[in-house]
């Protein structure tokens, strides 16, 4: 794919750029860019990563929230600021407004996971008052900006803001600054797109040859419906798992540049995710949350286009919490083909139950989860049977099984609406 052409009158300019960083100076952590060996073993390239989770607020989020603020007039900074967020920005515009004694409201959807919650409230102290509203970031969102334009307080956009960008781009000069060689690919997470936009705009100024990909994930791919489209369109359904980069609607602003500027975007499965979540903190010691891990799971796919390269991949964040960890493993081992759930009706005759015990499981295989779905008569019923599986190929045998033996069953892996349902 040939390299799209750089904007000449971008509204994130190099010296917007050159600005943010100095203004951040003291303010933000220069995380390293550290190879890593085995995942560059792994898939045949030079793999380096971008610690943003080592930022001072866990994510690169407090880049762009304090240029912003630090921006703001006198008169503006008395009235005090509002925004909307996930988790990060709250938790970088918290820190800032400790740092520079100004009164922040914080809209958060319910769904934020109560680490993220905490450290908000622990960054932003007596400055700050986190309010939470609806399912999804854009629920926040939407009740943010009333109540911003209700009062005429600042809003702190999240990402479609050019102080935002500017301030994230410098992510981007820090990569470039690190690196002793030529940058082959970047990748980097895609959100509302404000990341992406800013070490786009400073990547592509300064080193035009590097290929830059942004990652989506599957569930909330709303750059890439968007691009496909030629124009900002809002996803009417996402998955919320990936809560740093889940957005029904990226901004126009981030959109623009992004259009311009990524050569490719690429989309992975949230199950994929997991995966790497737990390979990043096992084999790496890296606590990854979901957003921060979506340009290392993407490296799966990427094949030829990585292999011999210099990659660099953006961990933008670090804020997991523990309570996730058995929701991640399940939907890991689910990915990997390794955990299945059935509703099987047994035959009704005694025993039934100890005949599949000892004739449909397989030697390495385990039931995780039985439950009879009927309140009486029990055993004359269906059940609701989780199954983990060593191996990936015993999956065909254990179904083999069920058949030959006459029991009826459904898979509910295979149904996402019982599965959401059920388990």
Request: net charge negative; aromatic share 6%; proline share 4%.
């Amino acid at each position: 794919m040939t390299h799209p052409r750089i904007w000449t009158d971008t509204p994130v300019r190099l010296e917007d750029i050159l600005h943010a960083h100095r203004v951040l100076q003291g303010i933000v952590v220069p995380t390293p860019l550290q190879h890593n060996r085995g995942l560059s073993a792994k898939y045949g390239g030079n793999v380096f990563l971008k610690r943003e989770d080592q930022q001072v607020v866990r994510s690169f989020k407090i880049r762009g929230a304090y240029h912003l603020i630090s921006s703001l007039s006198e008169e503006e900074r008395r009235k005090g600021v509002i925004c909307a967020s996930a988790g990060n920005h709250a938790q970088g515009v918290a820190y800032s407004c400790h740092s520079l004694g100004i009164r922040g409201i914080i809209y958060m959807p319910t769904t934020t996971p109560r680490q993220k919650i905490n450290q908000v409230k622990m960054f932003g102290g007596d400055n700050v008052e986190v309010r939470l509203v609806g399912d999804t970031f854009d629920d926040a969102y939407a009740e943010a900006v009333r109540h911003s334009s209700e009062e005429g307080l600042p809003f702190v956009h999240p990402f479609d803001d050019p102080r935002i960008i500017a301030g994230n781009a410098t992510v981007g000069k820090e990569i470039i600054e690190a690196s002793t060689e030529p940058i082959d690919v970047l990748l980097v997470t895609v959100g509302g797109g404000g990341l992406a936009a800013g070490v786009a705009a400073y990547v592509k100024t300064v080193s035009p040859a590097t290929k830059i990909i942004g990652v989506e994930p599957e569930g909330a791919a709303s750059m890439l419906r968007s691009r496909e489209n030629r124009e900002v369109v809002t996803l009417e359904e996402i998955d919320k798992f990936v809560d740093g980069a889940a957005v029904k609607r990226v901004g126009d602003l981030t959109f623009a540049i992004c259009d311009e500027l990524l050569d490719d975007i690429v989309v992975v499965n949230e199950g994929r995710v997991c995966t790497t979540i737990l390979e990043l903190y096992n084999e790496h010691a890296i606590v990854a949350e979901p957003a921060g891990a979506l340009p290392v799971a993407a490296l799966a796919s990427l094949g030829d286009q990585i292999a011999g390269k210099n990659v660099v991949c953006i961990v933008s964040g670090g804020n997991n919490d523990v309570d996730r960890m058995q929701e991640i493993k399940e939907r890991s081992l689910i990915f990997e083909g390794l955990k299945h759930y059935f509703m099987v009706n047994f035959p009704q005759r005694a025993g039934a139950l100890r005949e599949f015990l000892d004739d449909v499981l397989g030697p390495d295989d385990d039931i995780v989860q039985f439950e009879y779905t009927k309140k009486h008569n029990k055993e004359n019923g269906p059940a609701l049977v989780g199954i983990e599986l060593k191996n990936k190929a015993d999956y065909e045998p254990l179904i083999e099984r069920m058949k030959r033996k006459g029991y009826r069953f459904m898979e509910l892996n295979k149904d996402p609406l019982l599965f959401n349902l059920l388990i």
